[in-house]
């Protein structure tokens, strides 16, 4: 039988898979890319909820579209994106290393200097999909704060887990996690 959990957002109802990611640990499963209509609905209660600020940044890739919208419901002409690999177009990256639930394996975040260079001086909200384990909105922070960002506001449409009890953390819902017994 294909075990799954109902979870309301923004007024959007989804019913998710639930999905073993260790010997010890099921998830349910929260995928945004392609679901216009949650990431629409979540992004302007986020935007609703933010301070104000003069930039935002994600981690690739989940984060992009929901980022995308929040831009465009605050006015802003760019958000930068931390991103999962050098790429031939970076100079000069910055570079910080993460442990992330969902990937269980070490990955590296890279802003481009020029990026970095956007970011210097101004106030940045970091936004997610989901922040569990708090890892990769770690990573992302030292990013922000290596290029020089003021960190106003750190966001996500979901905290999994122990993480929805931070007070650090702006989220619409709670998501627990399965515990294998």
Do not use: W
Request: overall charge negative; some cysteine.
């Amino acid at each position: 039988m294909h075990k799954s959990y109902d979870l309301t957002v923004a007024g959007i109802t989804r019913n998710l898979p639930i999905v073993k990611v260790s010997d010890d640990l099921e998830i349910a499963s929260f995928v945004i890319l392609g679901d216009t209509e949650l990431v629409c609905a979540a992004a302007k209660e986020l935007a609703q909820k933010l301070p104000p600020v003069d930039m935002i940044v994600t981690a690739e890739a989940k984060g992009i579209p929901l980022v995308f919208e929040i831009s465009k419901l605050l006015g802003m002409k760019k958000y930068i994106v931390a991103r999962k690999s050098i790429k031939a177009y970076m100079e000069d990256p910055l570079i910080n290393e993460v442990n992330s639930i969902t990937t269980q394996k070490k990955q590296m975040l890279c802003l481009d200097r020029e990026d970095a260079e956007e970011i210097k001086g101004k106030n940045v909200a970091i936004i997610d999909d989901v922040i569990s384990t708090g890892e990769s909105l770690r990573a992302v922070e030292e990013l922000v704060e290596k290029a020089g960002g003021k960190i106003v506001s750190k966001a996500a449409i979901l905290a999994e887990g122990d993480a929805a009890e931070r007070k650090d953390i702006l989220f619409l819902e709670k998501l627990p996690l399965f515990p294998i017994k």
